[in-house]
């Protein structure tokens, strides 16, 4: 077996994962054995079946038949979503709920409204209780535009897209504080939006086009 040091970075799978960007005790509405549970095995799981996917393709013989490939492939990418997916996750809890700045003017330019947009991200997320998937806030280069979008599994985004509000409605991220009542999981969320964050990766994103 080669050594990873050696490997291309491509397949090194040397990716490490990063601390919660907050105090898990003291976030609002989302239990610290939750966010920690999470954290450590979600989220850190993905990153370690990241880095042995990579590491598997880079020790694949030359004469690997294309399903055996494909197969890696498809995996590298869901873990890989996953972790991105996470981080982004994280990134965007532990503040106070509150809605301010560029992104509200640029949610109201599209939506009419935060009130409608809140509702339709809302629903979306509640549609996807009790099964994988995510809800994305995402902006449009193409269309110069926030516009929300529905996540299934670890495989779907929108091309090009820049995930500004991310919310992950696995049942892991909600069960532990609150059964199968994903409503009640999705207020709390609500309320520990760290919209500061999302506003940076807003004007980020802008600056892009």
């Known amino acids: 077996m080669a050594e990873t040091t050696t490997l291309p970075p491509a397949y090194r799978g040397s990716?490490?994962?990063?601390p919660l960007p907050f105090?898990?005790?003291?976030?609002?509405?989302?239990?610290?054995?939750?966010?920690?549970s999470h954290h450590e095995n979600n989220y850190t799981g993905?990153?370690?079946?990241?880095?042995?996917?990579q590491q598997q393709l880079g020790q694949l013989p030359k004469d690997a038949p294309p399903y055996q490939v494909g197969s890696l492939k498809r995996e590298e990418l869901i873990a890989t979503n996953s972790m991105v997916l996470h981080e982004l996750y994280f990134g965007n809890?532990?503040?106070?709920?509150?809605?301010?700045g560029t992104i509200v003017d640029l949610i109201k330019t599209h939506y009419g409204s935060v009130e409608a947009w809140e509702h339709e991200f809302r629903q979306t997320g509640l549609s996807l209780a009790g099964g994988p998937g995510w809800v994305i806030l995402a902006f449009d280069p193409?269309?110069?535009?926030?516009?929300?979008?529905?996540?299934?599994d670890h495989a779907h985004s929108l091309a090009?897209?820049?995930p500004l509000l991310v919310m992950d409605m696995y049942e892991h991220s909600y069960a532990m504080d609150y059964?199968?009542?994903?409503?009640a999981y999705v207020?709390?969320?609500?309320?520990t939006v760290q919209w500061d964050e999302v506003q940076r990766r807003a004007e980020q994103a802008r600056a892009m086009r």
């Open 142 to 152: 193409h269309e110069k535009a926030v516009h929300t979008y529905w996540s299934w």
């Open 179 to 183: 059964g199968a009542n994903a409503r």
């Open 187 to 191: 207020d709390a969320f609500f309320q």
């Open 15 to 18: 990716h490490e994962p990063k």
């Open 160 to 162: 090009w897209g820049v």
């Open 46 to 53: 993905a990153v370690k079946r990241l880095n042995l996917i």
């Open 23 to 36: 105090d898990p005790a003291k976030l609002r509405g989302l239990s610290e054995k939750l966010l920690r």
């Open 93 to 100: 809890l532990g503040g106070d709920g509150k809605a301010g």
